[in-house]
């Protein structure tokens, strides 16, 4: 097959939120780049996503004099990420901290509309250097009309899957609507805003959706090339420098040339069953089957990257999201570890972790504790008060959102266990009785006061901000001692690998001598993410992506 050849100035691999806005920078700088996606929609894991970027002292922060510093992310970053490593190295650290608050403002002078996350909290808020009030933003409600032909070539969303126009930040109050009067609140404006955004006829874009769909509109509209439905082969090494890609576009080969570099921003390895089991083996053994991620997430590009002598660590690790089998998402259990009245324990029956923080930290420990899978224990009050089924409380399907309506087929089916008795539960999923009694009965003692001297959850904000807002004194913490009780089986599910190629603080990616590899520049979760083996706050992996994306592209372009 004959080989087209095409010339550019920044050559992109990857429409995902890092890509996007490489592209955005590179064309700022005077670069003629070009954005090369596999898939037929752009957006990537980020458009999947809720779309929220995690980046302390950033401009919205400062705007609403919010207290915050540059110094004071650093202290963060040192005690929640612990001490620097190569693929979390202090000059990493401080790009981030430096770069990240620029890009948000190129965003916004171009015209990105984008909003605080009041309320959502860091995940380590009690930490040196966290804050309470949060540091993430997301975008706008953003009309998906204004992208003309490219309306429906965005990756469908969170809120698409949910039907409704909700913020990230909004999502936390749906399923307690009828437990706090802000809950309520904030539950009629989502009504409010999808409703009549329907009326309008409005195709209103939010979390990663509302991200991706802006910053298109901003490339397409100066002229930025964005292949779709082009699959990257190879790179492309010429007198040991990385030069272009081998991609295939409508079925015919072409060889992208990048004079000023490559950037890969394609995702991690997600979807690929052999390299997730390779690297994953002796740690946390894996091979992808509880995934979320993005379907184009199969992990070639990185492995094109390795073919050319990149160096990588954190392969074996991943943003864990501790989910119960798909035909119970959507339900009260999908989050019964953040409410009261529930817990999680293990394959011996014993407690394990603070089941309300942070969901990367819980897949660790579930891993760590043979808890893979875990038991999701919860009690009759946990099944009265919490809804069991997604969605707005409209007229025409209002009692089946509210609390307690749980589907008897869910028993009859044996994905939820119940019994009489805490001895006859241990008994249906084969832990030892006398373990999960002892377990439940210290528990029990301990949250009618609202304490857990065990694993101390619902000490920190981020607990209890996505906790029961209703429940007192501890919005996450509840006994559970009300039968009948149930169980179900919890998975250490994820939305993206962790792990990849190690790069410096511009970007580039380093050799096995820790040298740079001329012409390659690496970012997102191909990356070995600056934010190490933790997960620091909503949006950490988009704020990643984005910030090391718009530092390379100013890198290569000699900025």
């Not at 915050?68 to 612990?82: A, C, M, N, P, R």
């Not at 991706?212 to 964005?226: D, E, F, R």
């Not at 339900?331 to 324990?345: D, E, S």
């Amino acid at each position: 097959m004959a080989t087209r050849d095409e010339s550019f100035d920044f050559v992109i691999v990857g429409s995902g939120g890092g890509g996007l806005v490489a592209a955005l920078a590179a064309h700022e700088a005077g670069l003629k780049p070009v954005v090369i996606e596999k898939q037929a929609h752009v957006g990537g894991s980020t458009g999947m996503s809720g779309g929220i970027m995690w980046m302390p002292n950033n401009p919205l922060m400062r705007a609403e004099r919010v207290p915050d510093s540059f110094e004071q992310g650093l202290t963060y970053f040192e005690s929640v990420i612990g001490p620097p490593d190569q693929g979390s190295s202090l000059e990493r650290r401080k790009a981030f901290l430096t770069s990240g608050p620029e890009m948000i403002t190129l965003l916004q002078r171009k015209g990105v509309k984008l909003v605080r996350c009041e309320g959502y909290s860091d995940y380590y808020s009690s930490r040196k250097g966290g804050s309470e009030r949060g540091r993430s933003v997301e975008g706008i409600p953003w009309d998906g009309r204004q992208l003309g032909e490219w309306q429906h070539k965005v990756i469908p969303g969170m809120g698409k899957g949910m039907g409704m126009a909700v913020k990230t930040n909004e999502v936390r109050d749906l399923p307690t609507w009828t437990r706090s009067f802000h809950s309520l609140r904030s539950t009629v404006r989502v009504g409010t805003r999808t409703y009549l955004g329907r009326l309008r006829k409005r195709d209103l874009f939010t979390n990663g959706m509302s991200l991706v769909g802006q910053i298109t509109k901003i490339l397409v509209g100066a002229g930025v090339p964005i292949w779709l439905n082009t699959g990257v082969e190879d790179l492309v090494v010429e007198g040991g420098r990385v030069v272009g890609v081998r991609a295939v576009r409508n079925g015919e080969q072409v060889l992208v040339r990048g004079t000023k570099g490559v950037l890969l921003a394609a995702g991690g390895f997600e979807r690929n069953p052999e390299m997730r089991k390779k690297y994953s083996a002796d740690t946390q053994p894996n091979d992808g089957q509880w995934t979320m991620a993005n379907p184009g997430n199969t992990g070639e590009v990185l492995a094109a990257a390795i073919a050319v002598g990149a160096k990588t660590d954190y392969m074996d690790d991943a943003v864990w999201l501790p989910n119960p089998r798909m035909e119970l998402a959507g339900t009260a259990v999908a989050l019964g570890r953040q409410y009261p009245h529930a817990m999680f324990v293990n394959q011996h029956g014993k407690r394990f972790v603070n089941e309300s923080n942070s969901y990367l930290e819980v897949g660790k420990a579930m891993y760590a504790n043979d808890a893979v899978p875990a038991w999701l224990i919860f009690d009759d009050a946990f099944r009265k008060r919490y809804p069991w089924a997604r969605g707005l409380p409209t007229l025409r399907k209002f009692a089946s959102v509210l609390p307690g309506r749980m589907p008897e087929e869910l028993v009859t089916s044996g994905m939820l266990k119940r019994a009489a008795t805490l001895q006859e539960l241990a008994a249906q999923i084969e832990v030892d009785p006398e373990a999960l009694v002892a377990t439940v009965g210290r528990f029990n003692v301990h949250a009618a006061q609202g304490e857990d001297p065990d694993f101390g959850r619902g000490e920190s904000q981020y607990n209890r901000v996505l906790g029961d807002p209703g429940n007192k004194p501890n919005q996450a913490l509840g006994p559970v001692d009300t039968p009948p009780f149930y169980a179900t089986q919890i998975y250490p599910g994820d939305v993206g690998t962790i792990g990849g190629v190690i790069t410096d603080e511009f970007g580039r990616a380093l050799d096995e001598a820790d040298a740079p590899i001329p012409g390659l520049y690496v970012t997102g979760n191909m990356a070995a993410t600056v934010m190490g083996r933790t997960y620091p706050g909503a949006g950490a992996s988009i704020s990643n992506t984005m910030t090391f994306g718009y530092i390379a592209a100013l890198h290569a372009a000699g900025k």
